[in-house]
């Protein structure tokens, strides 16, 4: 039974950074490609980020490009995503996301149906 368990939300005024964290645990196999999604009250859930350790790519939402970096530490079995000059329209409920494929083109899209796992959510908060 995969576990992601997210933190490392808050709140932040804008231009001011943020790093999320996400562990995972109960995994028997790898999980090659893992990813950070972000959902408004009233929207849908958007991919922000993610990384496939076949290739050691990273992926990014248009809306994010430049100002947010998603890392993961194998040894710690945990994915990071490092938040900077964020912006108001970043608050959103983030969640940790995991997938088994071993298709990189499958973790570059970014959607939520290629993926199986979730965690329950951090909550990141830019004021103005």
């Known amino acids: 039974q995969v576990q992601l368990v997210e933190s490392g939300g808050g709140s932040v005024q804008a231009g001011g950074s943020l790093r999320l964290s996400c562990t995972v645990s109960?995994?028997?196999?790898?999980?090659?490609?893992m990813g950070w999604f972000r959902q408004a009250p009233g929207k849908e859930r958007d991919g922000v980020a993610s990384s496939f350790i076949g290739n050691s790519n990273t992926y990014y939402g248009d809306s994010v490009k430049g100002r947010f970096t998603i890392s993961r530490d194998n040894d710690r079995n945990t994915l990071y995503l490092q938040m900077n000059s964020l912006k108001p329209e970043d608050t959103a409920m983030y969640y940790c996301a995991a997938n088994r494929d071993w298709n990189p083109g499958r973790c570059s899209a970014i959607r939520q149906s290629n993926f199986p796992y979730w965690g329950q959510g951090t909550q990141v908060t830019v004021s103005p």
């Open positions: 109960g995994s028997g196999y790898s999980l090659p490609c």
